[in-house]
């Protein structure tokens, strides 16, 4: 069973080598499928109606951006669109894993957050942003801050920063990847159709499935939110002027 | 003894060890996030979508590590210690 946890299917390309193609393929969608999507919307703004589509977008970019404004202040207004982007991105690549397409043995499927190719890199972005911004802002008395309480904390300083962006990559990874893991776990029960005395095993784990797609579907939710709250957070500490 | 029942009982003995530690840290842990929040919501509930907010932030931030404990144990029992293969070679 150990051969699937963790498997993808690869194509080998000539100069990257073998990479793995439901990820890469499944992001490739999501992203088409939101470019769409959120095209679509926006085409309700040429005409001065109000349309319900277009609350519905604006309810959720209004909740992003009053949480922006109240942890940034005035000066977080320019990122707003980086974060409504980050938060439904990964919010989109997590739900994706619900779609039944990861059995069928295609190079599709699965949710490609739950592979570190793809968390990583979201990571790596923030954190490079972070540092961007506020190198921008500051210069280089910037990097001064590792020495701020007193120069003698500058391993303590430098280890929580480059802990951040781990620990961020950690939980989504985690988060959704135990969500795989355990639609996995559950299956092989149920194919392997243990009873114990007359409790039969197999049947009473077949309605667990249901239950974990609910959770899967919470967890999916809360970990895009605390992704890109960490990240506002983040930014704001590296922007903040006292230290 | 036979060696291979030997990293078998011990893979399965750390796996229940670790989620039994993973389950009771989390429960408490989000059982005082929780309790925080309905008493906070009690003393100012005009406060309470602020409220709510942190309280999944901070549910969100503390299940970080019990997951990760989680993966880990399922990681030593399916590929370190290879327990269901060693338990059908058993067992035949």
């Known amino acids: 069973m150990q051969e699937h946890i963790g498997e993808h299917i690869l194509w080998h390309l000539p100069v990257l080598g073998a990479v793995h193609a439901d990820t890469i393929t499944t992001t490739w969608l999501v992203m088409v499928i939101a470019l769409i999507f959120f095209g679509w919307i926006g085409a309700s703004y040429r005409s001065p109606y109000v349309s319900k589509r277009q609350t519905v977008l604006e309810a959720v970019f209004n909740y992003i951006a009053d949480l922006v404004t109240s942890v940034l202040g005035e000066g977080g207004e320019p990122f707003v669109p980086f974060f409504v982007a980050l938060f439904i991105f990964i919010f989109l690549l997590n739900q994706f894993g619900m779609l039944p397409f990861k059995a069928?043995?295609?190079p599709f499927g699965g949710s490609p957050t739950a592979d570190l190719?793809?968390?990583?890199?979201?990571a790596l972005v923030v954190f490079c942003m972070i540092q961007a911004v506020a190198f921008r802002k500051k210069g280089l008395a910037y990097f001064g801050h590792v020495l701020k309480p007193f120069?003698?904390?500058l391993p303590v300083n430098v280890l929580d920063e480059i802990l951040r962006p781990v620990t961020l990559a950690a939980r989504l990874f985690f988060n959704i990847f135990v969500g795989e893991l355990l639609?996995?776990?559950v299956t092989s029960i149920i194919l392997a159709r243990i009873s114990i005395g007359f409790f039969n095993l197999s049947l009473g784990v077949a309605v667990v499935p249901i239950l974990i797609q609910f959770f899967n579907f919470f967890v999916?939710?809360?970990q895009a939110f605390v992704f890109t709250l960490l990240a506002i957070v983040y930014l704001s500490l590296a922007l903040a002027d006292d230290h | 003894m036979n060696?291979?029942?030997l990293i078998a009982a011990a893979a399965v003995l750390c796996f229940g060890i670790v989620i039994s530690g993973v389950a009771f840290g989390s429960a408490v842990g989000d059982g005082i996030v929780a309790s925080k929040a309905v008493e906070s919501i009690a003393r100012q509930p005009e406060a309470r979508p602020n409220?709510?907010?942190?309280m999944f932030l901070g549910v969100g931030v503390l299940e970080a590590v019990p997951f990760i404990a989680i993966a880990l144990s399922f990681y030593i029992l399916l590929v370190v210690a290879k327990v269901?293969?060693?338990i059908t070679s058993l067992v035949k």
């Open chain 1, 151 to 153: 120069p003698a904390l």
């Open chain 2, 3 to 5: 060696p291979e029942a």
């Open chain 1, 183 to 185: 639609f996995i776990i």
């Open chain 2, 51 to 54: 409220i709510f907010l942190f």
């Open chain 1, 117 to 122: 190719n793809t968390v990583v890199p979201l």
């Open chain 1, 220 to 222: 999916g939710t809360i």
């Open chain 2, 84 to 86: 269901p293969q060693i």
């Open chain 1, 104 to 106: 069928l043995g295609l």
